[in-house]
């Protein structure tokens, strides 16, 4: 099974189960187990594509230690086996037949399907949740093993450390590449926005006065439906995998995106509640996706049922949490704080507010 869709940079690698050289399936979402993820498309030349495994075979041992790696081919399995056997090259080499995988990565280009594999090798690189990070195209074959090893080197993890109390909450980085979040931070500028306090005696239609001790926020609902689609379309390949693989939530939509904006100068700020009251049953989960993390001070977002924990999250990364939960945005002190808003709706008979059970 292949993908029939494109693959960007942060996009995740799509789960693939596909025949290797060995005479068995490679199935890349059981394949990969807390390491980086190396895919290495081989060269179309036979003689090119035996230096380049020899090259690869060289750094076996520390390629072993660093990464999953997987050779991807449109040679049928019997050729890659022999391929595999002169070179000892110890990797899967896997039957890309369809050259979907290929396609969905831009390693062929969309309009050539049937289309052999291109004359160089590439290398694309996922981190250890199969986001991808990085495409490598080599102009030398001789080149492709150091920079297939640098560019693990920057996927390697920290030292491990003692993780802190913190809340059940799910962080997803570069949710949205920064110059997505540029455009929406410019929409909120040239769009129209409004204050969105939250209302009292009344709801807003009806002429409700806005409370400002309980929130201060200025909001761009956003209405384009070409700027929605593409959130949807961003959110649903980078997020919604996630929420499921975190919560076993199947995510059936997500909708009321707006772009919001706490300022120091009106102390821009959102006390302790939740976002699943009854007026808006229904709501599961939310997303606070910041635009700008390095622009302004103050802002952090907490969860004051679980602890003192502070969350900054950077351009692009998103925070994903129940709807139950008590969170709140501490005042700005200096600067803008621009967000993503948004929540997640499950499957009819689902919807739920109010108090957990």
């Known amino acids: ?20 050289h060995r005479g068995k399936g490679s199935d890349l979402f059981r394949h990969a187990r807390g390491k980086p993820i190396a895919l290495l498309f081989l060269p179309s030349d036979e003689a090119d594509c035996l230096n380049f495994l020899n090259a690869i075979t060289e750094g076996a041992n520390s390629l072993e230690e660093q990464a999953h790696v997987i050779a991807m081919s449109d040679r049928h399995p019997e050729q890659s086996a022999k391929l595999a056997e002169k070179t000892e090259f110890p990797f899967p080499i896997v039957f890309d037949e369809s050259r979907q995988m290929a396609v969905a990565l831009g390693h062929i280009r969309e309009d050539q399907p049937g ?6 090798a590439a290398l694309y690189l996922a981190d250890p949740n199969r986001r991808l990070s990085q495409v490598i195209r080599p102009e030398k074959i001789a080149d492709a093993l150091p920079q297939l090893l640098s560019g693990l080197a920057d996927l390697q993890p920290g030292s491990a450390r003692t993780a802190a109390p913190s809340a059940p909450v799910l962080l997803v980085p570069n949710a949205l590449d920064p110059e997505h979040c540029e455009r929406l931070i410019h929409l909120w500028e040239t769009g129209g926005n409004s204050e969105t306090g939250v209302f009292r005696g009344a709801n807003r239609d009806a002429g409700g006065l806005i409370d400002r001790t309980t929130k201060s926020r200025r909001d761009h609902v956003i209405t384009e439906h070409d700027v929605a689609q593409e959130l949807a379309g961003v959110i649903g390949k980078r997020v919604v995998p996630e929420i499921f693989k975190a919560f076993s939530f199947r995510v059936k939509y997500v909708k009321e995106f707006k772009i919001g904006c706490y300022t120091a100068e009106d102390g821009g700020f959102f006390t302790p509640h939740r976002d699943n009251y009854a007026e808006v049953g229904g709501r599961r989960f939310a997303i606070s996706l910041i635009l700008n993390g390095e622009e302004f001070e103050g802002g952090a977002l907490r969860f004051p049922e679980y602890g003192p924990g502070l969350y900054h999250p950077g351009t692009g990364d998103a925070v994903v949490f129940s709807c139950y939960h008590v969170h709140e945005v501490l005042p700005i002190t200096a600067g803008r704080r621009f967000v993503l808003l948004g929540f997640f709706y499950g499957a009819e008979g689902e919807e739920q507010s109010g108090q957990p059970a």
Do not use: G, H, T, V
């Open 1 to 20: 099974m292949a993908p029939s869709f494109k693959i960007a940079i942060n996009d995740f690698l799509p789960r693939f189960q596909l025949p290797n």
């Open 115 to 120: 289309e052999s594999y291109p004359e160089r």
